[in-house]
């Protein structure tokens, strides 16, 4: 299980005008103090929790087709979603020419059923959905961080700043702050950093708050529904999320919430995805697991 560091209580300039526009508005936010894992949490540290509890998580379940309603029967098998390169450029405003839902792939064959996590116990663990994290979190005497939590850990006392580790573009300037897509998306991974997919937690310098990876390698569970804009956490917000108006209104039919994830993964890149900064924020699908998202927790 990760050691956690304590996050002392203070305020901080949460969100961003200048990117996303459910990254606004930037507002001051106060969080109470707590503690935090230092890195996500690891396929050993899964490990530990399955072996405990014989814990299936959903990519390991094949989904009841009550509740997905005209899904076709090869669709209801137990999966999950992983990253495949394209053969070349294509379009970047359709993210189905490389996300692929593959039967068998989950936390123990992250790529599909002929993968495996040989090797990978210092990586962190990948294709768990919202539920299974928090069925480790409780498992471990912890919670998800909500997403002020997390950004402010994230910034690691860099308020205002553009990145954890300041305000220089690391993939601009050609260095290796985090893991990142380098290439061209979604066809040429040139790996300078030596990983094509995730990394062994800890492989880059910490944050201020000695945290590891709060930038890149995988998308982080927050506690909080996804509302766009975003709302402030505090007496001042107009109103907060709930799971109703978390659905995604451009898929109605679908009353599927979900929830923020945070941090950017290995696959971010100014050329598609440049999230892989504290005020970024996307939202998932409660039921929805993929090969880029995983977790840490916290205790208050």
């Not at 990254?23 to 050993?44: K, S």
């Not at 669709?75 to 070349?88: A, E, H, I, N």
């Amino acid at each position: 299980m990760s050691e956690q560091v304590w996050i002392e209580p203070g305020e901080f300039l949460m969100g961003s005008d200048r990117h996303y526009p459910d990254e606004g508005p930037a507002r001051r936010v106060l969080v109470d103090g707590f503690h935090i894992d230092v890195t996500p949490v690891t396929n050993a540290d899964f490990a530990q929790f399955v072996d405990e509890t014989g814990h299936e998580t959903v990519a390991e379940v094949a989904p009841d087709p009550a509740d997905y309603p005209g899904a076709l029967p090869e669709q209801l098998v137990p999966g999950s979603l992983v990253f495949t390169m394209t053969s070349g450029p294509v379009r970047l405003d359709d993210h189905h020419q490389w996300w692929a839902w593959v039967h068998g792939a989950d936390w123990r064959h992250p790529t599909g059923p002929e993968s495996s996590i040989d090797e990978l116990d210092d990586h962190p663990v990948v294709h768990v959905a919202y539920e299974d994290a928090v069925a480790y979190a409780n498992w471990a005497g912890r919670d998800l961080p909500t997403e002020a939590e997390w950004e402010f850990a994230a910034r690691g006392g860099l308020d205002g700043a553009e990145f954890t580790w300041g305000s220089i573009n690391s993939q601009e300037a050609g260095e290796s702050r985090a893991n990142t897509w380098q290439g061209r998306f979604p066809y040429e991974n040139s790996k300078l950093d030596g990983w094509e997919r995730t990394s062994p937690v800890g492989s880059y310098e910490p944050n201020g708050y000695g945290l590891h990876d709060m930038a890149g390698n995988v998308w982080e569970w927050t506690k909080d529904w996804y509302s766009k804009p975003a709302t402030a956490p505090s007496c001042c917000a107009p109103e907060r999320p709930t799971e109703a108006s978390s659905y995604d209104p451009r898929q109605p039919e679908m009353k599927i919430p979900r929830r923020v994830i945070k941090g950017g993964s290995h696959l971010c890149t100014t050329q598609y995805c440049f999230r892989y900064r504290p005020a970024a924020r996307q939202p998932q699908m409660v039921d929805t697991s993929t090969s880029h998202i995983g977790f840490r927790c916290v205790t208050r």
